[in-house]
């Protein structure tokens, strides 16, 4: 045998004894054909029952789904909010929590209706001739269609809930339970009968909610027209004419008076048309403030004569200008203080149509002037009217264009002294037709906001000033509060996220009039109530309501027939009485959803009142307040704990989507493209709280966010394969950088509950895309690959202590990673988990994971971290001139040594790191072991191994 060394080694490929990480879990995710079958999967495991069952007797979380309306198929703004829904019960759930889910919908009222109209329409028949449950069970088809069309596209979304039993607004029970929740409204004395001016719209000849509304801007034509002054206390001005101020041209013929301020100060001028030098000048009367905005519209020349208050004014008599027509129009119209009388604009003298607005209702109804009626469901003026009747629709622009009939026979009347189609405004329009409304005085059915409940009404209320306030409830010792302040008490019991919400829904509340609750349409839950036709006085008889509601819950809103009145009255006669047509506003219906989904026993896992409701900011005005309402004058608070609002999507650029504008953006297609965990992580990742955006650049961002987090669970299952039990190692154990890293996941698990807690779910995500690329794949996972890889035999019969730490801590970081984003990446995670325990059931099953708390020395480790940033941005230089060719080549020298020289070149990937002067970077002289690459002092030659590597393989 030679005495030469053996070199054979030297070449060796190592290879084959490293730890190479193996899992078939894809790096491609190929989410739109793996999401349906697992989704496929949960529905026929009954998923959703496993977790009920699970949960069972655990602390409960109640959340009460506002309900989407049942027309159409999903946009972003669903998908939006029904992941946020999804991610609060499944967050909720997560903590160990029973947080049942029932999805619902709003199936009533004007939008379905609108479409059988249209598709009579196409036909050419006339709605009004099809029998009305013939009509009505056309509308039930069309919106149960929607119904199941919306649940599987929300199921596909990876939305969870009882979606085999969810709430309809039109099932027979449902409009029972929202009949009798009308009649404790009628029975308390709340509700009443009455003329007021209300959103009209001609279009679709119904009333409409404020919720039912949207502005938009608009160009309208506005005219200063002249009132005669026919008697004052003032003898200058006999003769001179009011001047009033409009941009609704067909009010002027229902004008019954003129409003002033006492407060203003006015003046008599002349004006001179600047037209003709020749036209005589005529007086007239105008607030001082706005003389100049008036010259400026009536193009002339105004000198003031006389100056005096406004209060002087009282007494004041005009005649219309077309009192030539004589009845209706010869009338004398007052003058009438009012406090609502500004000078922001107009000429301080405002018209009066108690018809046609709500300050003039009130002004003129307080000084015994009725509204006429003369504009009828359609938008036209009466036929019999003396001026203008049956002629043009008063939403018709070219109707009060300055060329158009009115402003036409004004100026023939010599009353009209200026027109212009010029003033740009924002109007309201019915968000469902886009036409104008109007302000049209008709009786209606109301609840009454400022009327004083019974106390026994209001059990819920005093309880809570009690507590609240130390018994503060003089003022209200012999009567109940009113509706209003009810639910003002209601909103300051109640959290709300953002906080400004609060602001939004307590000034609404605090400025609405009472709550309009009939509509004239066919669609809807029946106002059904009997009026008596001698007194005009409403039927409260509770065993007549109880029949009403029996035969409701049996045959739906049918029941509610001419034919059935005897039964319901009983021994009344029913010629005597009066049977309301008209249907409930269907505000009202989604507002009693708490009743018959919290309180009615038919999902047992309920309970009221709901510790949060989750809508957009719009429902402010909309379901938040319609449920506030319906509570507070039923039980006396609200049927929440907590209101949680988002903000709208724009497009990318900020833009408001819209159909004409061809930049919306379909959740199905975003979901056949790229998958709904990507949407998902798209709507829990965006400020949700704001309005916010939607884009393909955008979109492309959540996708690599969403790549980076695939690949952290794909090293994690590499990296842990085969890991077993008897594997893992104790804590105190574990060097430092493990026991940072479990400090680390322990203060991000504080950080996670907190922003549970808050419901700020785009911190939750944010912080859980964070730490897996910051902290793990960037730091934790780069530094100890070569731990991972190379302290362990070929045959996995030997691994070093450190090793066992590591794969110990991603053990506690797989179980906690997998189940915090669970709420997140529905789909994905169950892939996930279901690679690493193939017979290990649902992810969705398991808790919040239980993280060790363990202390590390933050601040230290924020130095060592900051220190490894800037070696890693010093050797990069080198590595583009190609003087090293990895950070292994490299040899430091750093100011301070704040671990030992080989803590630090571990925590750094470098060859060796020393103390010096500065912080320097130069290539070792250091060969590279065979096997782990490292460059070391102790390998004499490329190819020999470390002493590590030779302790490894010798094992």
Same mark, same amino acid.
Request: aromatic fraction near 10%.
């Given at each position: 045998?030679?005495?030469?060394?053996?070199?054979?080694?030297?070449?060796?490929?190592?290879?084959?004894?490293?730890?190479?990480?193996?899992?078939?879990?894809?790096?491609?995710?190929?989410?739109?054909?793996?999401?349906?079958?697992?989704?496929?999967?949960?529905?026929?495991?009954?998923?959703?029952?496993?977790?009920?069952?699970?949960?069972?007797?655990?602390?409960?979380?109640?959340?009460?789904?506002?309900?989407?309306?049942?027309?159409?198929?999903?946009?972003?703004?669903?998908?939006?909010?029904?992941?946020?829904?999804?991610?609060?019960?499944?967050?909720?759930?997560?903590?160990?929590?029973?947080?049942?889910?029932?999805?619902?919908?709003?199936?009533?009222?004007?939008?379905?209706?609108?479409?059988?109209?249209?598709?009579?329409?196409?036909?050419?028949?006339?709605?009004?001739?099809?029998?009305?449950?013939?009509?009505?069970?056309?509308?039930?088809?069309?919106?149960?269609?929607?119904?199941?069309?919306?649940?599987?596209?929300?199921?596909?979304?990876?939305?969870?809930?009882?979606?085999?039993?969810?709430?309809?607004?039109?099932?027979?029970?449902?409009?029972?339970?929202?009949?009798?929740?009308?009649?404790?409204?009628?029975?308390?004395?709340?509700?009443?009968?009455?003329?007021?001016? $209300?959103?009209? /719209? +001609?279009?679709?000849?119904?009333? *409409? %909610? !404020?919720?039912?509304?949207?502005?938009? =801007?608009?160009?309208?034509?506005?005219?200063?027209?002249?009132?005669?002054?026919?008697?004052?206390?003032?003898?200058?001005?006999?003769?001179?004419?009011?001047?009033?101020?409009?941009?609704?041209?067909?009010?002027?013929?229902?004008?019954?008076? $003129?409003?002033? /301020? +006492?407060?203003?100060?006015?003046? *008599? %001028? !002349?004006?001179?048309?600047?037209?003709? =030098?020749?036209?005589?000048?005529?007086?007239?009367?105008?607030?001082?403030?706005?003389?100049?905005?008036?010259?400026?519209?009536?193009?002339?020349?105004?000198?003031?004569?006389?100056?005096?208050?406004?209060?002087?004014?009282?007494?004041?008599?005009?005649?219309?200008?077309?009192?030539?027509?004589?009845?209706?129009?010869?009338?004398?119209?007052?003058?009438?203080?009012?406090?609502?009388?500004?000078?922001?604009?107009?000429?301080?003298?405002?018209?009066?149509?108690?018809?046609?607005?709500?300050?003039?209702?009130?002004?003129?109804?307080?000084?015994?002037?009725?509204?006429?009626?003369?504009?009828?469901?359609?938008?036209?003026?009466?036929?019999?009217?003396?001026?203008?009747?049956?002629?043009?629709?008063?939403?018709?622009?070219?109707?009060?264009?300055?060329?158009?009939?009115?402003?036409?026979?004004?100026?023939?009347?010599?009353?009209?002294?200026?027109?212009?189609?010029?003033?740009?405004?924002?109007?309201?329009?019915?968000?469902?037709?886009?036409?104008?409304?109007?302000?049209?005085?008709?009786?209606?059915?109301?609840?009454?906001?400022?009327?004083?409940?019974?106390?026994?009404?209001?059990?819920?209320?005093?309880?809570?000033?009690?507590?609240?306030?130390?018994?503060?409830?003089?003022?209200?010792?012999?009567?109940?509060?009113?509706?209003?302040?009810?639910?003002?008490?209601?909103?300051?019991?109640?959290?709300?996220?953002?906080?400004?919400?609060?602001?939004?829904?307590?000034?609404?509340?605090?400025?609405?009039?009472?709550?309009?609750?009939?509509?004239?349409?066919?669609?809807?839950?029946?106002?059904?109530?009997?009026?008596?036709?001698?007194?005009?006085?409403?039927?409260?008889?509770?065993?007549?309501?109880?029949?009403?509601?029996?035969?409701?819950?049996?045959?739906?809103?049918?029941?509610?027939?001419?034919?059935?009145?005897?039964?319901?009255?009983?021994?009344?006669?029913?010629?005597?009485?009066?049977?309301?047509?008209?249907?409930?506003?269907?505000?009202?219906?989604?507002?009693?959803?708490?009743?018959?989904?919290?309180?009615?026993?038919?999902?047992?896992?309920?309970?009221?009142?709901?510790?949060?409701?989750?809508?957009?900011?719009?429902?402010?005005?909309?379901?938040?307040?319609?449920?506030?309402?319906?509570?507070?004058?039923?039980?006396?608070?609200?049927?929440?704990?907590?209101?949680?609002?988002?903000?709208?999507?724009?497009?990318?650029?900020?833009?408001?989507?819209?159909?004409?504008?061809?930049?919306?953006?379909?959740?199905?297609?975003?979901?056949?493209?790229?998958?709904?965990?990507?949407?998902?992580?798209?709507?829990?990742?965006?400020?949700?709280?704001?309005?916010?955006?939607?884009?393909?650049?955008?979109?492309?961002?959540?996708?690599?966010?969403?790549?980076?987090?695939?690949?952290?669970?794909?090293?994690?299952?590499?990296?842990?394969?085969?890991?077993?039990?008897?594997?893992?190692?104790?804590?105190?154990?574990?060097?430092?950088?493990?026991?940072?890293?479990?400090?680390?996941?322990?203060?991000?698990?504080?950080?996670?509950?907190?922003?549970?807690?808050?419901?700020?779910?785009?911190?939750?995500?944010?912080?859980?895309?964070?730490?897996?690329?910051?902290?793990?794949?960037?730091?934790?996972?780069?530094?100890?690959?070569?731990?991972?890889?190379?302290?362990?035999?070929?045959?996995?019969?030997?691994?070093?202590?450190?090793?066992?730490?590591?794969?110990?801590?991603?053990?506690?970081?797989?179980?906690?990673?997998?189940?915090?984003?669970?709420?997140?990446?529905?789909?994905?995670?169950?892939?996930?988990?279901?690679?690493?325990?193939?017979?290990?059931?649902?992810?969705?099953?398991?808790?919040?994971?239980?993280?060790?708390?363990?202390?590390?020395?933050?601040?230290?480790?924020?130095?060592?971290?900051?220190?490894?940033?800037?070696?890693?941005?010093?050797?990069?230089?080198?590595?583009?001139?190609?003087?090293?060719?990895?950070?292994?080549?490299?040899?430091?020298?750093?100011?301070?040594?704040?671990?030992?020289?080989?803590?630090?070149?571990?925590?750094?990937?470098?060859?060796?790191?020393?103390?010096?002067?500065?912080?320097?970077?130069?290539?070792?002289?250091?060969?590279?072991?065979?096997?782990?690459?490292?460059?070391?002092?102790?390998?004499?030659?490329?190819?020999?191994?470390?002493?590590?590597?030779?302790?490894?393989?010798?094992?």
């Amino acid at each position: 045998m030679s005495d030469a060394p053996d070199t054979t080694d030297l070449k060796r490929d190592y290879r084959p004894t490293v730890f190479l990480p193996k899992t078939d879990f894809p790096m491609k995710a190929g989410l739109p054909q793996k999401e349906p079958v697992i989704a496929a999967r949960w529905k026929e495991e009954g998923l959703y029952g496993q977790v009920r069952k699970a949960r069972a007797g655990r602390e409960k979380f109640i959340f009460h789904d506002g309900p989407p309306y049942a027309n159409g198929d999903i946009h972003i703004g669903h998908a939006l909010n029904k992941t946020l829904k999804d991610m609060v019960v499944r967050t909720q759930t997560l903590l160990g929590k029973d947080a049942p889910y029932v999805p619902g919908w709003d199936c009533h009222g004007l939008p379905i209706e609108w479409k059988i109209e249209e598709q009579y329409r196409k036909k050419k028949l006339n709605k009004d001739e099809v029998p009305p449950k013939e009509f009505r069970a056309e509308c039930r088809a069309y919106a149960q269609h929607w119904v199941d069309v919306q649940s599987e596209q929300f199921q596909r979304l990876g939305i969870t809930g009882d979606w085999d039993k969810p709430y309809l607004t039109m099932d027979f029970q449902a409009e029972a339970t929202i009949v009798s929740e009308l009649y404790k409204f009628a029975e308390s004395g709340q509700l009443y009968r009455g003329a007021k001016p $209300i959103m009209w /719209s +001609p279009v679709e000849k119904t009333a *409409l %909610a !404020e919720a039912e509304i949207e502005y938009e =801007d608009i160009v309208s034509t506005q005219i200063d027209v002249a009132f005669e002054i026919v008697e004052t206390p003032i003898p200058e001005l006999i003769g001179a004419h009011a001047v009033v101020w409009t941009t609704t041209p067909w009010t002027i013929p229902v004008n019954q008076g $003129i409003a002033y /301020s +006492p407060e203003v100060e006015y003046v *008599l %001028a !002349e004006f001179q048309s600047g037209m003709s =030098d020749a036209e005589p000048r005529q007086k007239i009367l105008v607030a001082k403030s706005l003389l100049e905005q008036v010259e400026d519209r009536l193009i002339g020349s105004i000198t003031q004569v006389r100056r005096f208050g406004g209060s002087e004014l009282a007494g004041t008599i005009v005649r219309h200008p077309m009192h030539k027509l004589g009845g209706f129009f010869a009338r004398p119209r007052p003058f009438l203080a009012g406090d609502f009388v500004t000078t922001d604009q107009g000429t301080g003298l405002v018209h009066m149509a108690p018809d046609h607005g709500e300050d003039d209702f009130e002004l003129c109804k307080a000084n015994g002037i009725d509204p006429v009626f003369a504009v009828d469901a359609g938008g036209f003026y009466r036929p019999d009217w003396l001026w203008l009747g049956g002629q043009g629709s008063v939403i018709n622009n070219k109707f009060n264009a300055p060329d158009g009939p009115i402003c036409s026979d004004l100026r023939e009347a010599g009353a009209l002294l200026a027109a212009s189609a010029d003033f740009r405004h924002s109007y309201p329009h019915s968000w469902r037709s886009k036409a104008k409304v109007i302000y049209r005085c008709t009786p209606q059915w109301f609840v009454a906001m400022d009327k004083a409940l019974p106390r026994d009404h209001c059990a819920h209320f005093f309880q809570s000033r009690w507590e609240n306030e130390g018994g503060a409830v003089a003022p209200f010792a012999k009567t109940g509060p009113t509706l209003r302040q009810l639910g003002l008490n209601a909103i300051s019991a109640t959290r709300f996220v953002p906080e400004k919400g609060e602001n939004r829904i307590r000034s609404m509340v605090e400025g609405r009039p009472d709550w309009v609750l009939s509509r004239q349409r066919a669609w809807g839950v029946p106002i059904a109530l009997f009026v008596e036709r001698k007194t005009g006085e409403l039927l409260v008889d509770e065993l007549v309501n109880a029949r009403i509601v029996e035969a409701i819950a049996k045959q739906g809103v049918d029941a509610w027939d001419p034919e059935n009145a005897a039964h319901f009255l009983g021994n009344r006669n029913p010629d005597d009485y009066e049977m309301v047509t008209d249907i409930l506003d269907v505000w009202f219906d989604s507002g009693c959803t708490h009743v018959f989904v919290l309180e009615s026993g038919r999902w047992p896992d309920q309970r009221w009142p709901a510790d949060l409701y989750l809508e957009g900011s719009d429902q402010h005005r909309g379901w938040f307040q319609s449920s506030l309402l319906e509570s507070c004058g039923t039980r006396g608070r609200a049927p929440f704990n907590a209101v949680l609002t988002h903000g709208f999507t724009m497009d990318a650029k900020g833009m408001k989507m819209s159909k004409s504008l061809g930049n919306t953006i379909s959740p199905l297609d975003l979901m056949k493209e790229h998958g709904a965990d990507i949407l998902r992580l798209w709507a829990l990742s965006v400020d949700f709280t704001e309005d916010h955006r939607i884009g393909k650049e955008i979109l492309g961002g959540v996708a690599d966010q969403y790549r980076k987090l695939r690949n952290t669970f794909r090293y994690l299952l590499g990296a842990l394969a085969d890991f077993g039990e008897e594997e893992k190692l104790g804590v105190e154990a574990m060097p430092e950088l493990e026991r940072y890293m479990l400090h680390l996941t322990a203060e991000l698990d504080e950080k996670l509950r907190q922003a549970v807690n808050d419901f700020d779910f785009n911190s939750y995500t944010r912080l859980l895309s964070d730490f897996a690329n910051n902290d793990l794949s960037a730091f934790y996972f780069d530094i100890r690959k070569d731990i991972l890889y190379c302290e362990v035999n070929a045959e996995g019969g030997f691994q070093t202590d450190k090793r066992r730490a590591y794969r110990t801590v991603l053990d506690v970081m797989f179980n906690a990673l997998v189940r915090w984003l669970s709420p997140v990446l529905v789909f994905t995670t169950e892939e996930v988990w279901g690679t690493r325990h193939p017979d290990g059931g649902s992810v969705h099953l398991l808790e919040w994971p239980d993280v060790p708390s363990v202390p590390a020395d933050d601040g230290r480790w924020a130095k060592l971290r900051e220190l490894r940033a800037q070696v890693t941005e010093t050797i990069e230089p080198l590595r583009r001139e190609k003087i090293v060719g990895s950070s292994l080549e490299a040899a430091v020298t750093v100011p301070e040594l704040l671990a030992t020289p080989a803590e630090l070149a571990e925590l750094f990937i470098v060859s060796s790191v020393k103390q010096g002067d500065a912080l320097t970077v130069s290539k070792t002289g250091n060969h590279k072991c065979g096997r782990c690459w490292r460059f070391l002092p102790e390998v004499s030659d490329d190819g020999e191994l470390c002493a590590r590597c030779e302790d490894v393989l010798n094992a």
